[in-house]
């Protein structure tokens, strides 16, 4: 028996669109995760050590070479010490306040 694939719930998607809002996205939440790690003075050094990965690795999410995982960033956060709550309100402020790239 073959399964039938599943269907998107959209027709075609728009690609170009999709990229450009997950770069929105990626864009606000690195935005919160630097200023949290600058505001609790954690070098981009101890911010690896702590989530147990290189310099370079927080240094690529920072210039958004890398992109930056939920939960990596909610730990990140939280050694901030920002709330969940603080930092979804935070991320959301950010998100809603950038702009779509300009192609």
């Known amino acids: 028996m073959s399964k039938a694939k599943k269907k998107l719930p959209i027709d075609k998607p728009d690609l170009a669109a999709i990229r450009d809002e997950?770069?929105?996205?990626?864009?606000a939440l690195v935005s919160v995760l630097r200023e949290s790690r600058q505001d609790a003075?954690?070098?981009?050094?101890?911010?690896?050590?702590?989530?147990?990965?290189?310099?370079?690795v927080i240094s690529n999410?920072?210039?958004?070479?890398?992109?930056?995982?939920?939960?990596?960033?909610?730990?990140?956060?939280?050694?901030?010490?920002?709330?969940?709550?603080?930092f979804f309100e935070a991320?959301?402020?950010k998100y809603r306040k950038a702009r779509p790239r300009k192609r």
């Open 22 to 27: 997950l770069d929105r996205i990626n864009r």
């Open 41 to 56: 003075d954690i070098t981009q050094g101890q911010m690896g050590d702590f989530l147990d990965v290189s310099e370079d």
């Open 61 to 86: 999410i920072e210039a958004l070479r890398r992109p930056a995982f939920f939960a990596h960033a909610l730990v990140w956060a939280r050694l901030n010490g920002m709330e969940q709550a603080e």
């Open 91 to 93: 991320f959301l402020y």
